[in-house]
């Protein structure tokens, strides 16, 4: 099974900008859908973005949409989150999450790996 390590969060002023990187382990990176999700302590695990195993198709939430960009690049085993315009609303853990097939999924239902997660702080 593939192994998620997810880097890039921290502090960042509203406003400001992050990249959040998911590495991924193994040589099955082109197999796999790929998602991010968030999570605040005592609500369920929000989705954010996905994108499908060729990386032509990719799908946000309506509360990130035109700040976030999910991309991945092949040659680094490598998913991105980059994360602009934040507000203090998108603090949160962030998680990286693997999907077996092509499509991508909205629900955590719908992922079979999962990285330990990377917060994220945006003061007002």
């Known amino acids: 099974q593939v192994q998620l390590v997810e880097t890039g969060g921290g502090l960042v002023q509203a406003g400001g900008s992050l990249r959040l990187s998911c590495a991924a382990s193994?040589?099955?990176?082109?197999?796999?859908?790929w998602g991010w999700f968030r999570q605040v302590p005592g609500t369920e695990r929000e989705f954010v973005a996905a994108?499908?195993?060729?990386?032509?198709?990719?799908y946000y939430s309506d509360s990130v949409k035109g700040r976030f960009t999910i991309s991945r690049d092949s040659a680094k085993n490598t998913v991105y989150l980059q994360m602009n315009s934040l507000k203090p609303e998108d603090t949160a853990v962030y998680y990286c999450?693997?999907?077996?097939?092509?499509?991508?999924?909205?629900?955590?239902?719908?992922?079979?790996?999962w990285g330990q997660g990377t917060q994220v702080t945006v003061s007002s």
């Open positions: 193994g040589r099955t990176f082109s197999r796999y859908a």
């Open positions: 994108i499908n195993r060729s990386g032509g198709t990719t």
């Open positions: 999450a693997a999907r077996s097939g092509s499509s991508y999924d909205y629900t955590t239902a719908g992922y079979d790996a």
